[in-house]
């Protein structure tokens, strides 16, 4: 079945970076699109970033990258100079039979348990 486990969060300082690991199974992983998606405390989820695991289609905010490994068949998120609204649980999430990946949560079909993040001072 599809699995999709988030890691890497923690509490961080202002200013500071964190590296976010989506590992995946049960799928081809080079046919997905993964999304990471931000839930701050009291609001909606919101994007952050999405790639094409094949190639081709990468789309992420500022101050964030994405990329895939598909030797290790996970997607990592890194997050540059924190702010405390970056706060909150971030998921990753994977939707199927298109390249061009959505930033609307409901188009996704899976989805992991999330890791906080946490950035105050």
């Known amino acids: 079945q599809v699995l999709l486990v988030e890691s890497g969060g923690g509490s961080v300082k202002p200013g500071g970076s964190l590296t976010l690991s989506c590992t995946t199974s049960g799928f081809t992983f080079e046919e997905a699109c993964i999304g990471w998606f931000r839930q701050a405390p009291g609001k909606e989820r919101e994007p952050v970033a999405q790639i094409y695991t094949g190639g081709g289609f990468k789309n992420y905010w500022s101050r964030t990258f994405i990329s895939a490994d598909n030797a290790k068949n996970t997607v990592t998120l890194q997050i540059n100079n924190l702010k405390v609204d970056d706060t909150g649980m971030y998921y990753c999430?994977?939707?199927?039979?298109?390249?061009?990946?959505?930033?609307?949560?409901?188009?996704?079909?899976?989805w992991g348990q999330g890791t906080q993040v946490t950035v105050s001072s």
């Open positions: 999430a994977a939707e199927f039979g298109t390249r061009i990946c959505s930033k609307r949560d409901a188009a996704y079909d899976y």
